[in-house]
């Protein structure tokens, strides 16, 4: 049995199943307790509800909650803080509410210094301040006058701002429209005004941080074209690649995307090695290595011994002229020795995907391939007039090369429309999800980094056009058919890699997190909304002879 088959998990039945990011409290509690926090999870959910209720609180019903401002109950309810804010802002501000008319006002926070009635740290317990009432309310003045942006912060979001906000995405789209039509004196003067509108919304979260994105992308497509290849397309440098691994690295830790890819893809291949003693592992984007890891400790525990491991690494050139694939090599190397796992490691230094040549791979005939795709095939879409695209030219030495599997991660998206409305207003409904989910992260820097990271696809997405739009997104049903259509087959990734995805949500405090299975592939989304799929596929042979394997 390998390490993979001790995970458990809801499990998953024919068709569509699901399983979100839960288990057992006592669990949860031990996993919080070794991070060295003192909260209980069941905690964590009404703290949650509460917050939610005092966002709506604040928003819908300031009259009535002010009525209970003067109250001197103590205050252990959530909603109750509410009123007491909401009577805190009204004495402050000399009015009970804001006139529509209003000029530009910064985004009023709620902190925990600031609250009567605040959270214990300890024991994440609501408790009351005894002070004298003269000492509270004169500290209640001092917090209000000395207000600050905390870690955590709770932002209060008034009617007018979400009035802004609703703004702002009709511009977004009135914007894009223009952009289609050609009208680019029309968008470049919407820009403008949607810059201006930004001022009165918090673009730290929520449709302001997404929207800002999006602007920035569409005045790059409007003022400066030329500069567009510097985002993602193919006349970006080696630095720009090398700030990709990075920000790649970071996407990496704050989400758990490119973990449920790396997780779901190692367990297929691992099923798929099964009783071969010499393994070929070819990795179209090896970047840090990440993904290595984990399999080569697979193999180590697999019963009867481990195989003879080969891995090519596929990736850009180094920047500084270092031989950074071979330094990863090296470094997989020393862990394969440490596990007693015979390893053999080759990089392959491309720009481009399509540059690689099959015979670069040295494969042998003796060996089990696995082909291993994450993010990387849909780059493969673009055209140009002068030639096809290059996907057909991939897959079909892909074939050749009668891998035992490959194993596909792309997003769920549909970026790849030949028009531009279409593009943006799936693009617009795809991120504005991605960064919703990426708030569940904790972690800074690693967040920010990667709000980078995705920025950099959205301006790819929206700015960028012909060669220089690599970011070409296509869902899992077009994936199926032009696979099949290049002669591979699916291959249904059992209970395992299912129960992997399951189990790696455990380590996410987030709910959202939604584990699906969708005719034999899987895909992790945020709630409804699915975000990246993957899938395994194995090469119909072919009565030609194998292109680029080596006959020993």
Sequence with gaps: MSPYDSATSAGSSSGSSSASSSTKPADI??????????????????????????????????????????????????????????SLLSEFNHTPSLPSDLPDLPDVVVGPGINPTVINEADATWTDHDAPQQQQQQQQ???????????????VVTAMEEDSGIRLVHMLMTCADSVQRGDLSLAGSLIEDMQSLLRRVNTTCGIGKVAGYFIDALSRRIFTPQANGLFGGSASGSASAFENELLYHHFYEACPYLKFAHFTA???????????????????????????????????????GPPLLR???????????????????????????SVNVRFAFRGVAAQRLEDVKPWMLQVNSKEAVAVNSIMQLHRLLGSDPNRSP?????????????????????????????????RFTESLYYYSTMFDSLEACTLQPEKALAEIYIQREICNVVSCEGSARVERHEPLAKWRSRLGQAGFRPLHL??????????????????????????????????SRPLISASAWQAVPDANSPLGIVTL
């Design 141 to 155: 003045q001092q917090n209000v006058q000395s207000l600050t942006i905390p870690p955590n912060q709770l932002t």
């Design 390 to 422: 290059p996907i057909g030219i991939v897959l079909g030495w892909i074939r050749q090369l009668n891998p035992k599997i490959m194993t596909v991660i792309e997003h769920e998206a549909n970026h790849n429309q030949p028009g531009f409305m279409d």
């Design 29 to 86: 509690d031990g996993l919080l307790a070794g991070a060295g926090y003192k909260v209980r999870s069941s905690d964590l959910r009404h703290v949650a509800q509460r917050l939610e209720r005092l966002e709506t609180a604040m928003v819908n019903s300031p009259v009535e909650l002010s009525q209970l401002a003067s109250s001197d109950t103590v205050l252990y309810n959530p909603s109750d803080i509410a009123s007491w804010v909401d």
């Design 494 to 527: 059992g209970s395992n890699a299912f129960k992997q995805a399951s189990m790696l949500l455990t380590l996410f405090s987030a709910e959202g997190y939604c584990v699906e299975e969708n005719e034999g592939c899987l895909t992790l989304g945020w709630h």
């Design 266 to 304: 190692n367990q297929a291949i691992l099923e798929a090695f099964d009783g071969h003693d010499s393994v070929h592992v070819i990795d179209f984007n090896l970047m840090h290595g990440l993904q290595w890891p984990a399999l080569i400790q697979a193999l180590a525990l697999r019963p009867g």
């Design 311 to 337: 891995l090519t690494g596929i990736g850009p050139p180094s920047p500084d002229g270092r031989d950074s694939l071979r330094e990863i090599g090296l470094r997989l190397a020393e862990l394969a020795r």
